[in-house]
């Protein structure tokens, strides 16, 4: 017999839904286990979750010990971060603040000032938000451009969503 955790693997990131009214079922979403063959366990029928909203972790115990030494688990942190996606205040606001300005050669950049003044202050670039590499579309010539946006986990956000701004000639 081995210990449960070493027969198992894990998702490194556990980020649960903190908009959830039901921690216990965001988790049975958010934490993927598997055996050593790559064999996907379910939940309730090869292994439980409890957890400690406390302490912001998860034990992950086998229902039987048949094939585990007795008592053992694994135990695991989560993250509790709000979905970008459904997050309705993030738009650019384009209606009452002047829109970007194209100078002809420099492809427009969001910056922190940007996401700061037209998005709001909640949403921080570089620290709670990043811009996707490479997700740029249209920002070369005045009009409707677009860039997306990934939240970080640790700073509260988790998911993408795409920001639409306005560009206009210098």
């Known amino acids: 017999k081995a210990p449960f955790e070493e027969?198992?693997?894990?998702?490194d990131d556990i980020v649960v839904d903190a908009s959830a009214g039901n921690l216990a079922s965001a988790l049975e979403k958010a934490v993927t286990v598997k055996?050593?063959?790559?064999?996907?366990?379910?939940?309730k029928k090869d292994y439980i979750l409890i957890y400690n909203a406390l302490d912001k972790q998860v034990?992950?115990?086998?229902?039987?010990?048949?094939?585990?030494?007795?008592?053992?688990?694994?135990?695991?942190?989560?993250?509790?971060?709000?979905?970008?996606?459904?997050?309705?205040?993030?738009v650019f606001d384009n209606k009452t603040k002047e829109p970007l300005a194209y100078d002809g050669r420099n492809p427009v950049r969001l910056t922190a000032a940007n996401i700061r003044d037209y998005?709001?202050?909640?949403?921080?670039l570089g620290e709670n938000i990043e811009i996707v590499e490479g997700s740029y579309r249209n920002n070369t010539r005045k009009g409707m451009?677009?860039?997306?946006v990934r939240g970080i986990p640790?700073?509260?956000?988790?998911?993408?969503?795409?920001?639409?701004?306005?560009?206009?000639?210098?």
Request: proline share 1%.
């Open 7 to 11: 027969c198992i693997t894990v998702n």
């Open 35 to 43: 055996d050593t063959a790559g064999r996907r366990l379910k939940n």
């Open 59 to 90: 034990t992950i115990k086998p229902l039987s010990y048949a094939n585990y030494e007795e008592g053992s688990s694994y135990v695991a942190n989560y993250i509790a971060a709000k979905n970008l996606a459904r997050e309705k205040n993030f």
């Open 119 to 124: 998005v709001g202050k909640e949403y921080r």
């Open 145 to 148: 451009a677009s860039v997306t």
């Open 154 to 170: 640790e700073g509260g956000f988790y998911g993408t969503k795409v920001l639409r701004f306005k560009i206009v000639d210098k």
